[in-house]
């Protein structure tokens, strides 16, 4: 019946809308890509509208694909309610969740907030830092769960959304090519920063450090300023910064991938709050945008 959608397939629908990648979506979700195109194309028959445009190398989400993202997403919300209020015992326990400094600006605190009304047993404990640093101390039994970017020797885990680096600066900014280029940096182990100096390095571009701050709004604070330019995920840019033209002859800095690791299970802990936080993260990623995105 047109209107009443299989959560299963809203499922798999959101998966490959926030991964552009079908593969990406099946080992998200843990099944074959054959099952996510089977569910793709079922969603489709049921709403009769084509969701994606795809061929062989891209994914893209149509007028009505992009429609359909928000729908599924409340579905899901409320499935996951009732589910919580009629599923017998509470969740109860303490989980340590950290945050990526690139998500400060998004709606994750709309995410975490209906997470603490669904769940309000869980002892949520927010920590917001640097990518490097949330794996650093994932790794060392300090976090739960991590919501950050992919390092390129992690193993797989899953995906909440692939971006491409930008480079972004104050409108007004004009580089010229003949001096080494003004950066806004994260300070070690920054992410953004060490793809930033390496695609430089690699194009013989000379560069100098404007501004290190471990935080976002001092980072944001310099390049308002006109200090220099920052690496930065093209779907997180802030207000009052834009893309840095081509022109200016900056090198690519090709894609970055936000993705959600676990630890390792306590002995004393019980997994299931970091699963529930996860589900909830997968389910709302796209609301995981910068402002006017």
């Given at each position: 019946m047109r209107g009443v959608y299989d959560p299963a397939l809203l499922r798999t629908f959101l998966a490959?809308?926030?991964t552009?990648?079908?593969?990406q979506a099946a080992r998200r979700l843990g099944v074959r890509q054959s099952t996510v195109s089977q569910h793709v194309r079922r969603l489709e028959e049921q709403v009769g509208r084509a969701l994606f445009l795809r061929d062989t190398h891209t994914v893209e989400l149509t007028g009505d694909g992009a429609a359909m993202l928000g729908f599924a997403r409340r579905i899901l919300e409320v499935?996951?309610?009732a589910a919580a209020y009629f599923g017998g015992p509470r969740l109860r326990g303490r989980l340590r969740f950290g945050a990526s400094e690139d998500f400060v600006l998004t709606r994750l605190p709309e995410i975490l907030e209906a997470f603490r009304r669904d769940h309000p047993e869980v002892e949520l404990e927010l920590t917001v830092e640097l990518s490097g640093t949330l794996h650093e101390r994932l790794a060392a039994g300090k976090l739960d769960l991590v919501l950050a970017k992919r390092r390129p020797a992690d193993p797989p885990v899953p995906l909440v959304r692939r971006d491409r680096l930008v480079w972004i600066g104050a409108d007004r900014l004009r580089l010229d090519p003949e001096d080494p280029v003004p950066l806004i940096v994260y300070p070690v182990p920054g992410i953004s920063r060490a793809r930033a100096l390496d695609a430089l390095e690699r194009h013989g571009r000379p560069w100098r450090i404007a501004c290190t701050s471990g935080s976002l709004n001092g980072l944001l604070a310099a390049a308002r300023a006109g200090l220099g330019v920052m690496a930065?995920?093209?779907g997180l840019i802030p207000p009052?910064?834009?893309r840095v033209p081509e022109r200016a002859g900056l090198p690519e800095l090709g894609e970055v991938e936000f993705v959600l690791a676990h630890g390792e299970a306590r002995a004393a802990g019980d997994p299931a709050p970091a699963q529930a936080l996860a589900r909830a993260i997968l389910e709302g990623g796209d609301r995981l945008r910068g402002p006017g995105q």
């Amino acid at each position: 019946m047109r209107g009443v959608y299989d959560p299963a397939l809203l499922r798999t629908f959101l998966a490959v809308a926030q991964t552009l990648s079908f593969t990406q979506a099946a080992r998200r979700l843990g099944v074959r890509q054959s099952t996510v195109s089977q569910h793709v194309r079922r969603l489709e028959e049921q709403v009769g509208r084509a969701l994606f445009l795809r061929d062989t190398h891209t994914v893209e989400l149509t007028g009505d694909g992009a429609a359909m993202l928000g729908f599924a997403r409340r579905i899901l919300e409320v499935q996951e309610q009732a589910a919580a209020y009629f599923g017998g015992p509470r969740l109860r326990g303490r989980l340590r969740f950290g945050a990526s400094e690139d998500f400060v600006l998004t709606r994750l605190p709309e995410i975490l907030e209906a997470f603490r009304r669904d769940h309000p047993e869980v002892e949520l404990e927010l920590t917001v830092e640097l990518s490097g640093t949330l794996h650093e101390r994932l790794a060392a039994g300090k976090l739960d769960l991590v919501l950050a970017k992919r390092r390129p020797a992690d193993p797989p885990v899953p995906l909440v959304r692939r971006d491409r680096l930008v480079w972004i600066g104050a409108d007004r900014l004009r580089l010229d090519p003949e001096d080494p280029v003004p950066l806004i940096v994260y300070p070690v182990p920054g992410i953004s920063r060490a793809r930033a100096l390496d695609a430089l390095e690699r194009h013989g571009r000379p560069w100098r450090i404007a501004c290190t701050s471990g935080s976002l709004n001092g980072l944001l604070a310099a390049a308002r300023a006109g200090l220099g330019v920052m690496a930065h995920a093209r779907g997180l840019i802030p207000p009052g910064l834009v893309r840095v033209p081509e022109r200016a002859g900056l090198p690519e800095l090709g894609e970055v991938e936000f993705v959600l690791a676990h630890g390792e299970a306590r002995a004393a802990g019980d997994p299931a709050p970091a699963q529930a936080l996860a589900r909830a993260i997968l389910e709302g990623g796209d609301r995981l945008r910068g402002p006017g995105q």
